[in-house]
C-alpha cells in the first residue's frame, strides 16, 4: 500500500514523514502528523537535496528515500514498535486524553483492541471509551510510570445509559459492572497472560492497584504479538483523513 502525502494530509505516515525528515536534515519540525507550509518546504529541501523529484509531495521514492517503506516496516518488526496510531474513534469506541500522541501502540496491541472493542459492541450495543496507550515511538508518559512500550491501555468502566466524555468510577450510579465485565472477558479469553487493573472487587478477572477506581489498565507486556491489522484497520490508523493514493 503506498501512499502520496501532500499538504493538508493529516495522520500517521505524516508523523513518520516528519520524525525522518528531522532526524535527515537536522530540522525540528512539530510532529503533529499534520502536513502544513513547515513540512512542505522541508519535504521540497529533502526532495532537492536527494536528487528526487522536487514537487513538495511525499510519495513511493521519497518514502523508499528516507527509509519510510511500509510494508518493510510491518516485514521488520513493526509489531514491537510504537508507531501506529489508533484512531480517534472506531468500530465500538471513542478516545479521551487525546492530544494528538496519547495513542501510539504497537501494531499487535493497536489490532487487539480494534478487535475487542468490534467484538464488544457487537455484543452489547455500547461504546467503549479508551485513553492513553504511549507517546510515539514509546519512552517516558507522564504522570504514569508505565504506558512506555505502547502495550498498555487505560479504559474507562463501561456505562449503563451509553454515554461517552465524562470520569466515573466504579461507585458512580452511572456504572455498568455487567458491561464492565463482559469487555473483560473478551479481552481475557484471547490474550494470556494479559494483566488488567482495577478497584472494582466484583469483576472478575481483574486485580486492584492504587488509583485504578476510573479506568482499567490493559497491558500486554506478557502477552505473545498476534496480531496484525487488516488492510481497513491499517488504512485508518496510517490515515486519519483520507491520503492521496498513489
Known sequence: MNFSLVKGS???????????????????????????????QAVLDYQSANALAVDGQAGRRTFQALGLDFGAIRKNGSLNTVCWLLPASGDGYVTYNRDGNDQFGTEDTVARMQRYLA???????????IGNISRYRGGRHHPHSS?????????RPLRH??????????????????KTQALVDIIRA??????ILFN?????????????????????SRVASKYKMSEDQLARSLAETPLSQA
Open 200 to 220: 472494582d472487587p466484583d469483576v472478575r478477572g481483574v486485580r486492584s492497584f492504587a488509583g485504578h477506581n476510573d479506568h482499567l489498565h490493559v497491558s500486554f
Open 119 to 129: 467484538q464488544f459492541t457487537r455484543d452489547t450495543g455500547t461504546t467503549a471509551e
Open 161 to 178: 445509559d451509553g454515554q461517552t466524555g465524562t470520569r466515573l468510577t466504579f461507585r458512580s450510579s452511572a456504572y455498568s459492572r455487567g
Open 147 to 155: 504506558h512506555r512500550n505502547g502495550q498498555q491501555v487505560d479504559i
Open 10 to 40: 493529516k495522520g500517521t505516515p505524516v508523523l513518520w514523514l516528519q520524525d525522518a525528515i528531522n532526524r535527515s536534515l537536522g530540522r525540528a519540525l512539530s510532529l503533529d502528523g499534520d502536513f502544513g507550509p513547515g513540512t512542505e
Open 190 to 195: 484471547d490474550s494470556e497472560g494479559v494483566s
